[in-house]
């Protein structure tokens, strides 16, 4: 098969080297791909969001399957397009993509189909948004309606950043259209989850559970960012939680979809916090999450082709994943500055950290200048390791991060950590 990967980050380049161990790829071309997936795919200078070079590149090619890394393509329609063009492409509609393009048709969703959530209010009017504040308790979130590359939720503490928050979305459109409507929420209080589910758009297939970490510094400190690193599984989705998270969210979810038109067909990420009531859907994404893509990725066993082609053709009831017992930690490495402004062209060195075979370099923003590697963006790599446990993987994988350099490096020294202190509490007696 001939197979073409869209988008540039590590969560692509996890998709790439999963992909190239299945016997049915022939080749396999990546849009536009970054440094490291030029090692196991053939980057092509189209970005992930012209859609009519990538069908262009897609008709010409003969490319037998599609894969969407990133939401922006998605929301912006590129599977009716290339369905319409009788192209085989792994995603959802952009009817379904809706589930992360708006947060307001998200959130109206959840409330026709009874799926637990914060509760919430929409409006498109600054000034009956900020009257609304007058009358609710804080701490609040408030969210951009539309797509704001992971920036668009403010948690307010108090009356003034909930205006300042307003303010900005509704005034001065950081966000530009997707500030044309706010979400205001309550504030939920437990721990995040993530789940990774795989549909057709009537079965599905639930991937092993992990958790991101989302702030910039240890301890969950300072600004939020795309994620930091993630671990996979999780020890806060036990059987049952993950029980609940099925009957009461998934199953209603892909249902409900397929009920009102638009059948969800692709992955879809079920943001959660894990609340004293139980999981409770903070947001949907329709696409695998970065960096949570190279935490659970490593471990499938399964052929992923195989499943995201029985997606694309109706007939996930046949598949079973096979998972590797062992668990993923997976850290970010970013370039000093990020989620702010940082510099880009400096050399990497200690990439050999990757000769062993447990420990996995995958590359964000990099890109090839002969045989080095110059960093090409905030978040550069993403270095994952599987370990007898969560323990054993933390230690590898700090292992392998010490050994790689550039300029202003810097990471988070604590992903996982949480994993081993739940651990830990259970041990206590309860006396
Ligand atoms: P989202 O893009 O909706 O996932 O929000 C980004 C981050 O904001 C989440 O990962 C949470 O850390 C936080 N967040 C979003 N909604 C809520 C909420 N209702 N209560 C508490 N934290 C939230
Ligand atoms: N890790 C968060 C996301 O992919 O949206």
């Known amino acids: 098969m001939k197979i073409l990967l869209v988008g540039s ?20 071309y990546c849009a536009p791909g970054n440094g490291g997936i030029s ?20 008709k010409e090619k003969k490319i037998d399957l599609t894969v969407v890394g990133p939401e922006a393509p998605l929301t912006a329609g590129i599977v009716d397009e290339f369905e319409k063009h009788s192209l085989k492409i792994f995603g959802p509609s952009r009817a379904a993509a809706q589930l992360e393009g708006s947060k307001a048709f998200a959130k109206d969703f959840m409330h026709r189909f009874n799926i637990p959530t914060a509760v919430y209010k929409t409006f498109d009017d600054i000034k009956k948004a900020k009257e609304f504040l007058h009358n609710v308790p804080f701490p609040i979130v408030i969210k951009a309606d539309g797509l704001a590359g992971g920036k668009g939720v403010f948690i307010c503490q108090k009356f003034e950043e909930g205006i300042e928050a307003l303010e900005q979305i509704m005034q001065q459109k950081v966000f530009k259209d997707s500030g044309n409507k706010v979400v205001i929420e309550e504030c939920l209080i437990g721990e995040e989850a993530s789940i990774l589910v795989v549909s057709d758009g009537k079965d599905y297939v639930i991937l092993e559970s992990s958790q991101d970490h989302k702030r910039i510094f240890d301890d969950d400190q300072g600004p939020n960012t795309g994620g930091m690193g993630a671990y996979s599984p999780t020890p806060f989705i036990t059987k049952d939680i993950l029980g609940k998270i099925d009957a009461r969210i998934v199953e209603p979810t892909i249902r409900g979809m397929h009920k009102e038109g638009h059948p969800f067909k692709g992955v879809l990420y079920v943001g959660l916090m894990i609340t004293i009531d139980g999981p409770v859907v903070l947001e949907y994404n329709v696409r695998f999450g970065d960096p949570e893509a190279q935490a659970v990725l490593p471990r499938l066993k399964s052929d992923l082709v195989e499943i995201l082609l029985a997606s694309c053709e109706r007939r996930l009831n046949t598949i079973r994943l096979i998972w590797d017992k062992r668990s993923c930690v997976s850290v970010v490495m970013c370039a000093g500055g990020y989620p702010g402004q940082f510099e880009t062209g400096k050399e990497i060195t200690g990439l050999e950290a990757s000769n062993d075979k447990d420990i996995f370099v995958f590359h964000a923003g990099t890109k090839r200048q002969n045989s080095k590697f110059l960093t090409n963006g905030g978040r550069v790599l993403s270095v994952a390791s599987l370990g007898d446990g969560i323990a054993d993987a933390i230690e590898k994988v700090y292992k392998a991060v010490d050994k790689i350099k550039f300029y202003r490096c810097f990471f988070r020294r604590d992903i996982a950590a949480k994993a081993i202190r739940k651990a830990t509490r259970r041990t206590v007696p309860m006396r």
Do not use: N, Y
């Open 9 to 28: 980050g590590g969560r692509e380049h996890v998709l790439a080297w999963k992909m190239k161990q299945s016997a049915k790829v022939k080749e396999l």
């Open 39 to 58: 090692d196991v795919a053939e980057c092509v200078d189209i970005q992930a969001t012209d859609i009519p070079a990538l069908l262009k590149f897609a």
